[in-house]
């Protein structure tokens, strides 16, 4: 075994915690917060590891990396080699690393953490994913020979790329279609820079293509073209729906029509993708935030992305309003310390019940009602249920809705045998990634609603999976 020390001795290692920007520094710049471990922190860490014959941090992960694997190859200090065993199952190493909830995956299963804290997992795949790209020696893993079949992947998001790196090292010709003008779909337009920097994903995409991966973008399936015409005229022998959760939801009040008022998703892309943090160079529509007081409604990742982003956009305050308690909140633990720390403000167990506007249709304020707690409801919450009738007003001057999204609905609405759930969500058959309709598959969010981007890019590999041993059997549409 490559670890010098006993157990007890790695025992006594504390955590190595992550390096951070200054909370009053970063909260006016959209630099990204965590600064990642450098060599001697990860090998640190990684010592920590206790090579655990039965690796629960395996099975945990969706995409199944080799933990013990390349934590060990840290500790040897080969750093390549550890990047490229995790890329033999994770196509995204540099971005999980950053963005996956590992506390609930990977570092959730970790047995260190029935003692303490545990294995700091998801900080160890970024140091080596760093150091990777740094070094320009990326190890890609093998392709098979050409199998002269084609598969089109529509959405560019993690379910999507997932799958497009695994089916194209099998040995698939595999197209990836994108109906914006870039490549990356949740991870370009709706994690901001501070969390996610873009070329973070423009990098890995372009390992994709290397590996072969081509693909198109300003193409909207079930618009520009169809399902039937790609399974068609155009040749491709199967095809996968990683449309993703972009349809937003809304809290269905008066006043939600006001200007001032957005969806999670519009405000983060207009930010993301318009470039509106670059205001004058980039003129994009949004509401200037500067000065204003800015509400965010939810209280999930997105909220925290989003009342994060207004604070760096100017905002006076900016202020997250949950209608349940902090203990019940879906967002990262993560996410609400950095938030915290930035000045967001927290208003728990608080309901919105109206928007206000002046005569000229703005945003002047909101009308709350205090919550408390009853009885848990389907999601395992305890629901949330007004303390008492009486309500308040809260002046605020931009209000973005974080209350969760629906699948997108183009490509259902366009291909009629494709069958749906009540929500929009595609039905695949059961244990299976396969629709309704012959050679067409379906994962991620525009399954499963949204989720994380680990979950998603577990899909895109079972899709890929099932897609090849579908293609290996001769099966066409």
């Given at each position: 075994m490559p670890n010098p020390l006993s157990s007890k001795e790695r025992l006594k290692i504390p955590r190595q915690p992550m390096p951070e920007r200054p909370a009053g520094e970063r909260a006016h710049c959209f630099s990204e917060v965590n600064l990642g471990l450098d060599a001697a922190l990860a090998k640190q860490e990684a010592l920590r590891c206790l090579s655990c014959r039965n690796q629960h941090c395996f099975t945990a992960c969706p995409v199944g990396v080799k933990v013990r694997d390349f934590v060990h190859l840290i500790v040897e200090g080969d750093y390549l080699a550890a990047a490229a065993k995790i890329r033999e199952d994770n196509v995204l190493p540099a971005v999980t690393g950053r963005v996956c909830p590992q506390e609930h995956q990977c570092e959730g299963a970790c047995v260190l953490g029935k003692r303490g804290e545990s294995l700091a997992i998801g900080y160890l795949e970024r140091f080596v994913a760093d150091y990777e790209r740094q070094t320009g020696r990326v190890g890609l893993p093998a392709r098979a020979p050409d199998t002269g079949r084609r598969v089109a992947i529509v959405g560019s998001g993690p379910a999507g790329l997932s799958c497009a790196g695994?089916?194209?090292?099998?040995?698939?010709?595999?197209?990836?279609?994108?109906a914006l003008h870039e490549i990356g779909g949740v991870l370009l337009y709706g994690i901001p820079e501070f969390r996610l920097p873009k070329d973070i994903v423009r990098d890995e995409v372009e390992n994709l293509r290397r590996m072969g991966v081509e693909f198109q973008?300003?193409?909207?399936?079930?618009?520009?073209?169809?399902?039937?015409?790609?399974?068609?005229?155009?040749?491709?022998?199967?095809?996968f729906v990683a449309t993703g959760a972009g349809l937003p939801l809304f809290l269905n009040i008066p006043g939600e029509h006001l200007c001032g008022v957005y969806s999670a998703n519009e405000f983060l892309t207009r930010v993301n993708l318009m470039k509106a943090a670059d205001f004058p160079a980039y003129d994009s529509p949004i509401c200037d935030c500067r000065d204003r007081d800015v509400a965010v409604f939810g209280g999930g990742n997105t909220a925290?992305?989003?009342?994060?982003?207004?604070l760096r956009?100017?905002?006076?305050?900016?202020?997250?309003?949950?209608?349940?308690?902090?203990?019940?909140?879906?967002a990262r633990a993560e996410e609400v310390h950095h938030a915290r720390d930035e000045g967001v403000r927290f208003r728990m167990l608080t309901q919105p019940l109206e928007f206000l506007g002046n005569e000229s249709g703005w945003l002047t304020g909101v009308r709350l009602q205090e919550m408390r707690l009853g009885e848990p409801d389907a999601s395992g919450r305890r629901r949330p249920e007004p303390s008492s009738e009486a309500s308040f007003d809260l002046p605020i001057q931009v209000a973005i809705i974080a209350i969760g999204n629906r699948g997108n609905p183009l490509v259902q609405a366009t291909t009629p045998d494709l069958a749906t759930t009540a929500k929009g969500y595609l039905v695949?058959?059961?244990?299976?990634?396969?629709?309704t309709r012959k050679g067409v598959?379906?994962?991620?969010?525009?399954?499963t609603g949204g989720a994380t981007v680990i979950l998603a890019m577990g899909a895109g590999r079972q899709a890929a999976r099932e897609i090849d041993a579908y293609l290996r059997a001769g099966e066409t549409p």
């Open positions: 695994d089916l194209a090292l099998r040995g698939h010709r595999v197209t990836v279609i994108e973008t300003n193409v909207v399936v079930g618009r520009t073209v169809t399902v039937d015409e790609l399974l068609g005229e155009q040749g491709y022998h199967a095809l925290m992305d989003a009342v994060r982003t207004a956009l100017g905002a006076r305050t900016a202020t997250i309003i949950y209608r349940r308690s902090e203990t019940e909140m879906p695949t058959q059961p244990g299976s990634l396969h629709t598959f379906a994962g991620g969010d525009v399954v």
